[in-house]
C-alpha cells in the first residue's frame, strides 16, 4: 500500500489566495483526519470524517477553512482567503475502525504550507 | 473532553541509556493509547501502542506501560541510538471524543 497520500508537499502564496491542499487516504479506511502542526500550538486536529461524512469539525480555526470529501479515497482542506498565520504542515491521516475508532492513525508526509 | 498532559517536553540523554516519556489523561474512559516518533521533516509515525486492557507491551528496545487507576501512560527506550532522536508524541483515544487527543510531544537528542 503506498500510504496517505497529501499533495502538494511544499505550497508558497502570497495572503488572500485560495489554497487547497488535497489526501488520499489508505484503501479500505473509513476515517480520515486533517491535522495542522506548528510549533507554538503543536498537533491539532481540525476536522475528521467517517464514511465521508464530517463528524467533528470543532476544531476548524475560522471560516476561512473547509473541507470535503466527496468519495472515499479523496479529500481537501481549503483555505479562502489564506493569511500568513496560516503557515503550519497540515497532515492528512487515516484509519480504519468501529463507532469509536480505536485503531491505528498513519499519516501523509504533509503540507508545509507558507503564507506570504 | 480528554486532555492529555506530556512531561518532559525536552530530553537529553547519553548512547545506551534508557530514556522515559510519560503522558498522563483525563478521561477514564479512555482505552486506546499510541505513541508517535517524528523526525525532523517527517511525518509522526505509529511505534507502539497500548490498549486498556493490557498493562505492558514490548517491541524490542521500547516499551509502553499502563495506569489506569493512575490514568498515565509511559514509553520507555532502552539502549538508546542517535538514531532515536526525534520528537515523541502520546495519544489518548476514547471517551466521549471519537479522535485521539496528542500531548505536546517530548523532543528526545540521543548524544553519541
Request: proline share 6%.
Amino acid at each position: 500500500d503506498a500510504g496517505v497520500i497529501q499533495s502538494p508537499r511544499h505550497e508558497v502564496t502570497e495572503m488572500g489566495q485560495e489554497v487547497t491542499l488535497r489526501c488520499k487516504p489508505i484503501s479500505g479506511h473509513d476515517y480520515l483526519f486533517w491535522y495542522r502542526q506548528t510549533m507554538m500550538r503543536g498537533l491539532e486536529l481540525l476536522i475528521y470524517f467517517n464514511n465521508n461524512v464530517p463528524i467533528d469539525d470543532s476544531g476548524m480555526p475560522e471560516d476561512r477553512f473547509s473541507a470535503k470529501m466527496p468519495n472515499a479515497s479523496f479529500s481537501t482542506l481549503k483555505i479562502q482567503p489564506s493569511e500568513p498565520r496560516d503557515s503550519a504542515v497540515y497532515f492528512c491521516a487515516s484509519s480504519f475502525g468501529t463507532a469509536y475508532s480505536n485503531q491505528p492513525q498513519h499519516f501523509g508526509d504533509g503540507t508545509r504550507l507558507s503564507i506570504l | 473532553g480528554e486532555n492529555v498532559e506530556q512531561h518532559p517536553s525536552t530530553l537529553s540523554v547519553q548512547e545506551g541509556d534508557s530514556a522515559v516519556i510519560k503522558c498522563t489523561y483525563s478521561d477514564s474512559a479512555s482505552n486506546y493509547f499510541p505513541w508517535y516518533k517524528q523526525e525532523l521533516g517527517k511525518r509522526p509515525q505509529l511505534i507502539i501502542d497500548i490498549r486498556s486492557n493490557v498493562g505492558e507491551k514490548k517491541d524490542q528496545r521500547i516499551a509502553v506501560t499502563l495506569n489506569k487507576t493512575a490514568k498515565h501512560f509511559s514509553l520507555h527506550i532502552t539502549e538508546t541510538q542517535p538514531e532515536d532522536s526525534a520528537v515523541y508524541f502520546c495519544a489518548a483515544f476514547g471517551g466521549s471524543q471519537g479522535n485521539l487527543i496528542f500531548g505536546k510531544g517530548t523532543k528526545l537528542s540521543v548524544k553519541p
